[in-house]
């Protein structure tokens, strides 16, 4: 029997047009599994149903009649209850209270009742007991719990709202595999009861454990639903891609370097927090891709041969020397440079005049504690246009400027003195299409004069259409190697969700 059925409904945020059109029929008693790509648009429709999101257009139907999700609490109270991809818990709190939010047990409808609402957090800490860990207990402030143990709190949360209906987005990318056994009984058990359950994953093998249907999403609209039974992981990946997607497009593939001779850094069997024995080799004038899901080992190790995080083990080689890499510092100093896309943490220095925020990094290699400005300004003009950067003049501050023109700020800072290595940790992160195109020409130009670049990129179209050579990462290692004609959507896909 139809539960909830979402059809056509929408979401946009500003330009960016999250979910064209989200359809979703879920029955009582399964267990329906959304899947598709970074950025496709489930979160978007699993907040929509909370009531967190507000859809542009749609309907949204509960046991056939249609109904305006107002709010998280119209929801609780239309029998919804959620997992939030990002965790929607409360840090200073202890998990007892985060469980039970926003139905804090009173006594008289005033003060809390301790008592009841310890009672009532251990019924529900008591089905992980087994995987939980000795740390999570009903006192324990949420905020002192490991990162698995926060989703563990987040899942005992929605399970606390005893709704008919509930969202998992993702519950299980922190827990390890009896955690997600445990998590998968308990789930067994609520649908043999009758419940209606949307759970989100990015792995295969979780889906096809736990799943009865599964919908695909891609880019922002859904592509269809199968039964899981009736299909395989391969069918999944194809619904994922699309037909007309399983080869890059021809005309923006990169010319296939022969492997170079001239090998310009080599990781041997590299190892540390979030990647394991991972080796590679990069060729000067190669644009080496580290592909895969989000947060599968890529930023970590380039942040590690940068000096900002040292490895456990392995080796690193520049130029056939071994490498010592201890601080950033020592890397800029031995011609390696480093961009990432997240602007806030690791880019700009907001509030500086533009100036300043493009030169530190040739102030630091040349040693320039006091340099005359105007001397400086020379320097960074030529690399400021050389990324068609949009500034009113070097002394602004720098949040004058748009977020792409910020980002060419950023980048520009290690084009004045050219480095050997540049290594590239999701560089267009924010940036629009014609930022984009500017600093992928950029990019080619600079491999072509003999640079060693490796990009991480969170889009898959970046990697496909400018990488010679593609390093898929999944569960911190290399699973595949994608060069030549292998470098299509359908392989990368298929390597970065295989069980790792
Ligand atoms: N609050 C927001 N403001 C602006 N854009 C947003 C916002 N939330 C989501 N988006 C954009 O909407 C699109 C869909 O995002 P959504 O979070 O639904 O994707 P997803 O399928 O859950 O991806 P993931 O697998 O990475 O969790 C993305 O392009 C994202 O950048
Ligand atoms: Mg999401």
């Not at 967190?52 to 709010?71: F, K, M």
């Not at 056939?320 to 997240?342: F, K």
């Amino acid at each position: 029997m139809t539960k909830l059925k979402l059809s056509g409904v929408s979401k946009a945020y500003g330009a960016t047009l999250a979910l064209r059109r989200g359809d979703l029929e879920l029955d009582s008693g399964e267990v329906h599994v959304l899947i598709g790509a970074n950025g496709s648009g489930k979160s978007t429709l699993c907040k929509i149903v909370a009531g967190s999101v507000r859809p542009d257009a749609g309907e949204v139907l509960l046991d056939g009649r249609a109904v305006t999700v107002s709010g998280p609490r119209a929801a609780q109270a239309l029998g919804i209850g959620i997992f939030y991809q990002e965790l929607s818990l409360a840090d200073h709190r202890s998990v007892a209270e985060n469980i039970c939010l926003p139905d804090l047990p009173r006594q008289n409808g005033l003060f809390i009742d301790r008592t009841a609402l310890r009672a009532e957090a251990e019924r529900y800490i008591a089905l992980f007991e087994t995987v939980a860990g000795a740390a999570l207990q009903a006192d324990t402030i949420v905020g002192d719990l490991r990162a698995d143990q926060r989703q563990l709190v987040e899942i005992m949360k929605a399970l606390a709202t005893e709704a008919p209906i509930l969202i998992f987005d993702e519950p299980t990318s922190a827990l390890d595999r009896a955690q997600v056994d445990r998590f998968f009984e308990i789930l067994r058990d609520l649908k043999s009861k009758g419940r209606s359950i949307v759970f989100i994953s990015h792995r295969m093998d979780e889906i096809f454990a736990i799943g009865d249907r599964v919908t695909v999403i891609r880019d922002g609209e859904t592509v269809g639903t199968t039964t899981i039974s009736e299909t395989s992981p391969d069918a999944v990946i194809h619904m994922m891609v699309g037909e007309q997607e399983t080869l890059a497009t021809p005309q923006a593939a990169p010319p296939i370097h022969a492997p170079s001779t001239d090998i310009a850094l080599k990781v041997e069997g590299l190892t540390g927090a979030g990647f394991h024995e991972v080796s590679f080799a990069v060729g000067r004038g190669e644009i080496l891709g580290l592909g895969g899901l989000h947060g599968q080992g890529q930023s970590a190790i380039l942040k590690a041969l940068f000096g900002a995080v040292a490895p456990r083990s392995g080796e690193v080689k520049l130029a056939g020397e071994r490498l010592r890499i201890d601080s950033p510092r020592s890397a800029i100093a031995q011609g390696l440079a480093y961009v990432s896309g997240d602007r806030g943490r690791d880019g700009v220095i907001s509030g500086r005049p533009i100036l300043e925020n493009v030169t530190p990094i040739h102030a630091l290699r040349n040693r320039l504690l006091l340099a005359r400005p105007g001397r400086l300004a020379e320097k960074a003009l030529p690399a400021l246009k050389a990324l068609n950067t949009k500034f009113a003049g070097l002394s602004h501050s720098i949040g004058s400027l748009s977020g792409g023109n910020q980002q060419k700020i950023v980048i520009a800072r290690w084009l004045i003195d050219k480095p050997d290595i540049l290594l590239l940790d999701d560089p267009t992160k924010g940036i629009d299409l014609s930022a984009k195109a500017d600093l992928f020409a950029l990019i080619r130009e600079l491999a072509a004069e003999g640079l060693a670049i490796v990009l991480y990129s969170s889009e898959d179209a970046e990697l496909l259409n400018n990488a010679d050579r593609i390093l898929v990462f999944n569960g911190g290692s290399v699973s595949r190697e994608l060069s030549g004609a292998e470098r299509t959507r359908y392989n990368l896909y298929q390597a970065a969700y295989e069980a790792a």
